[in-house]
């Protein structure tokens, strides 16, 4: 659970070769290597549009990075993919069936922004009752509680924990079930750099067993962990490849000049360069953006002090 | 199925965290009935006899009202509800194991207030005591049933318990303690025979007065289960899987 970057860097490599593809989205038809197909989506809420005509492709087995600031419809899509979200128009197809579909239910994971526990039970009790409804046995959840370190912490009442212990909680809890698609809500916030590293690593881990992942991050710099990067603003895609190829297309050297690089590119021309190209970028290759050696490795210790500035 | 039970034994290992509110189930009903008995002890012990199983059927019904309704909206709060919506777990097994894991703190709480009201308070039952209970615990599983029902139009905790005021007292004051029901205004005797306390208290009202009790509680008792059966489909009605 705790490696390196450069241990990471090489499982990404190891998953944008051709034909590492989670099996569970093979039967979805004309997208087989898409665990989420998002197409013409639209949410509205309190009248106001959220989310206007996403389309999106998210590819099995890879780590997907949603990012963009607050405000921008991540965690609205997020929603709308686990199925929780009321849609106005448009659709969501997880794993080859509609988002929210009973048959879904046990083979999504999803972890809320704030740490959805019970506090007034420990963190054992809290993992097996998620367990125990989707059918999983008791092994499994010594098995995830080893993988998030909170061993120790298993009998402790999860409302004594700390908000990164908690959050871990939370974490395990959509682990337990052993999803093929995990969405995970700012996983990552208010941990500290060390922590925040082997939970990468950790996601790592899973998109190398198969597990689609789809995390989001208001922390720009965080792009270096994933595979792939989706940036969001004012609930539309502005751009969906790997960091390589947004650093190259907009001749910037990290993820948030890149970012504000398309921002202004969309300013100036609304119908151009960022809007439906870089959807379709996305859309045509999402797997063979690969990276060629190690990621972008932006120093742990640089991100928090901007992390609780965002905040 | 599988998700009512694991439910049920989820909302029971909260509350074994947490024995104050256990205590105040098992122990504010008890209090309360030895009150009353205390009282009208010296000079009007007939009045307790009169009035204390009606209020066995009430105090029950308030109490597990505020519990239910309030735990339910902090699962609605916390977040835990949306997440419970991306697991297997059904709408209706939502409810179901709320409404059985504190149905069972209910038969408990009914059977401890009826015992303590009888042989410590003296109540002079004149029907048998093991309809005094059935009655008690329909009362209270009423009230869990009530109070989840409830906490679907309640958006803060604050507003969930003003709803016990809003929903119970409007009953407490037709349901035929105070006055009898048939010398109730028109309009208000009709507005009581809608109201589910009102038969509880016929019921215990019976059970006060007549050895002769069983077929008339059991009329009541059906309409009891009637409403229950009604304001759990109702509750399970209030809740979306898709929010906005």
Known sequence: MTSNITGAGSTATRRTAPGVVATGAADATGA????????????????????????????????????????????????????????RSGTVTVLGAPAGS?????????????????EDLTVEQNLRYFARLAG???????????QVDLKSEQAALSGHLSGGQLSRVSLACALVTDPDLLVLDEPTVG???????????????????????????????????????????????????????????????DAEAAFLALIDDAGIDDAGEAGPDAGSAGQQTPGSVGRPGPRHGVPPLARSRQDGEQR | MTGTLVTARRV??????????????????????????????????????????????????VVMFI????????????????????????????????????????????????GFSIWVCGLDLQGPVWQLIVVAVLAAVLGTCMGLLASGFARTEFQA???????????????????????????LRWLSDVLPLSYAVDATKTLATSSDSGADVARDCAVLVGFIALAVVAGTATLRRRTP
């Open chain 1, 32 to 87: 087989a290597d898409a665990a989420v197909v998002v197409d013409g989506l639209c949410v509205e809420r309190g009248g106001r549009p959220v989310l206007g005509h996403l389309d999106l492709r998210i590819p099995a087995g890879m780590v997907t990075g949603l990012l963009g600031p607050s405000g921008a419809g991540k965690s609205t899509l997020m929603r709308a993919i686990v199925g929780v979200q009321a849609v």
């Open chain 1, 102 to 118: 009973a048959a879904l239910r046990r083979r999504v994971g999803y972890v809320t922004q704030a740490p959805s526990v019970y």
């Open chain 1, 136 to 146: 999983v046995g008791r092994g499994r959840v010594e098995e995830v509680l080893a």
């Open chain 1, 191 to 253: 941990l500290d750099p060390v922590l925040r590293r082997s939970l990468w690593a950790l996601f790592d881990e899973l998109a190398a067993s198969g597990t689609t992942l789809l995390v989001s991050s208001h922390v720009i710099d965080e792009a270096a962990r994933c595979d792939e990067l989706v940036l969001m603003r004012d609930g539309a895609v502005l751009a969906h490849e790997g960091l390589d190829s947004l650093l190259a297309r907009t001749g910037t050297t």
């Open chain 2, 12 to 61: 029971l290992a909260q509350l074994r965290h947490d024995p104050r509110t256990i205590a105040l189930i098992l122990v504010v009903p008890c209090v309360l009935m030895g009150l009353l008995a205390w009282m009208y002890h010296d000079h009007q012990p007939q009045v307790f006899d009169r009035i204390g199983p009606a209020l066995l059927g009430l105090f029950p019904l």
């Open chain 2, 67 to 114: 519990v239910t309704s309030v735990s339910t909206l902090r699962e609605r709060r916390s977040g835990t509800l949306e997440r419970l919506w991306t697991t297997p777990v059904t709408k209706g097994a939502f409810v179901a194991g709320y409404a059985l894991a504190f149905g069972l703190m209910s038969v408990i709480q009914a059977v401890i207030a009826v």
């Open chain 2, 161 to 187: 318990v003003q709803f016990m005021p809003a929903f119970i007292l409007p009953q407490f004051l037709l349901c035929g303690l105070l006055m009898p029901r048939d010398q109730l205004p028109e309009v």
